[in-house]
C-alpha cells in the first residue's frame, strides 16, 4: 500500500505532545463514560427497585451536562490545541520554539473560535461541491442545477481532508489564511483522483481501527455483562462510547497525519491554478474578519 506511511510518522512526531494530550483528554473522557455506563449498570438492575421515570430525570440532566462540558472545552480551549497540532503538522517554524510558540502562532491566524470554526465550515462546502459538480461548482453565477452526487467515502473523508488542506494552508507561510486557504484548495482539487484515492484508503484503515476497537471491547462487554444478569445494551453502549474515544485519541491522529503528509508531498514545488483560485474566492466574504474597537 502506497500510504506515505513515512510522511505520516514524520508528521505527526512534529506534534507529538499536542498528539499526546489529545490522547490524554480523551482517554479522560473515556473513563467519564464508564463512571456514567455504572451509574446506567445501578439504576438498571433488577434490584435496585429505582422508579424508571426517576431514572430518566437522573440521566438526561447528566448527558446534557457531559454535551455542554465538551462544547465549552472545544470551544475556550480545545480548539486552539486542535489549530496548534495543525501547525507543527504543517512543517511550519514558529517564531518563538516549542508548544507555546505554536500556540502563539495559531492565535495570530485563528484569534477566536468562531474563525476557526467558519474557515472549516467553509473548506468542508468548498470540497463537497467540488466532489458534487467540480471545478464549475465555483462559478460566480453558481445557478446550473448539479447532477452528481459525491461519492460515499469523498463525503465520509470530508472532515479529515478539510483538515489537510488546512495543514497545507498553514504550511504557505501567508498571514492572510483566507489567501492561504483558497491556494490550498486549489492546489488539492487539481490532484485529481490519485491524492482522493490515498484519502480514502487512509479513511478505510480508520473505519478498520475503529470496528477493531469495537470488537475487541465489545465481546468481553457481552460475555460479562450476560453472565452477571446485568442488561447487555448498557455493554454495548459502553463498548462504543470508549471505541469512538480510543480512535479519536489514537487512530484519527494518525490518520490526519498521513492526509496532511501525502497532501504535502504531492503539492511541494507545485503552483496553484489562478482561474480555480478565482472560482474560489467566494471564501474570503465569510471568512473576512471585522475588527470592532469599542471607542
Not at 490524554?24 to 427497585?49: D, N, Y
Amino acid at each position: 500500500m502506497d500510504n506515505h506511511f513515512r510522511e505520516a510518522l514524520a508528521t505527526i512526531s512534529r506534534a507529538l505532545p499536542l498528539v499526546i494530550f489529545r490522547a490524554v483528554f480523551f482517554v479522560a473522557g473515556g473513563f467519564g463514560v464508564i463512571v456514567f455506563c455504572g451509574m446506567l449498570l445501578f439504576i438498571f438492575r433488577p434490584a435496585s427497585g429505582i422508579d424508571r421515570g426517576f431514572a430518566l430525570f437522573l440521566v438526561v440532566p447528566v448527558l446534557i451536562g457531559g454535551w455542554a462540558s465538551a462544547w465549552l472545552l472545544q470551544r475556550f480551549f480545545l480548539y486552539r490545541r486542535q489549530a496548534a497540532m495543525l501547525f507543527l503538522f504543517s512543517g511550519r517554524k514558529p517564531a518563538s520554539p516549542g508548544l507555546a510558540g505554536a500556540l502563539q502562532e495559531v492565535g495570530l491566524i485563528f484569534p477566536d473560535h468562531s474563525r476557526w470554526a467558519a474557515l472549516n465550515r467553509k473548506v468542508r462546502l468548498a470540497l463537497f461541491a467540488f466532489y458534487r459538480g467540480g471545478e464549475e461548482s465555483f462559478a460566480a453565477s453558481g445557478g446550473r442545477p448539479v447532477r452528481n452526487f459525491p461519492c460515499i467515502p469523498d463525503l465520509l473523508a470530508l472532515g479529515p481532508v478539510s483538515h489537510g488542506v488546512l495543514v497545507l494552508a498553514i504550511s504557505r507561510g501567508d498571514r492572510d489564511v483566507e489567501l492561504s486557504t483558497r491556494e490550498a484548495l486549489a492546489l488539492y482539487l487539481r490532484l485529481g483522483p490519485e491524492s482522493r484515492r490515498l484519502a480514502r484508503r487512509w479513511l478505510w484503515l480508520s473505519a478498520a481501527g475503529l470496528a477493531f476497537l469495537f470488537l475487541c471491547l465489545a465481546l468481553p462487554n457481552w460475555f460479562f455483562f450476560a453472565s452477571a444478569g446485568a442488561p447487555v445494551w448498557i455493554g454495548m453502549v459502553l463498548a462504543v462510547a470508549i471505541a469512538w474515544l480510543l480512535h479519536r485519541a489514537f487512530v484519527v491522529p494518525f490518520v490526519l497525519a498521513g492526509i496532511s503528509g501525502t497532501m504535502l508531498a504531492e503539492t511541494r514545488g507545485r503552483i496553484p491554478d489562478p482561474e480555480l483560485c478565482k472560482k474560489l474566492d467566494s471564501l474570503r466574504p465569510a471568512l473576512a474578519l471585522r475588527n470592532e474597537k469599542s471607542k
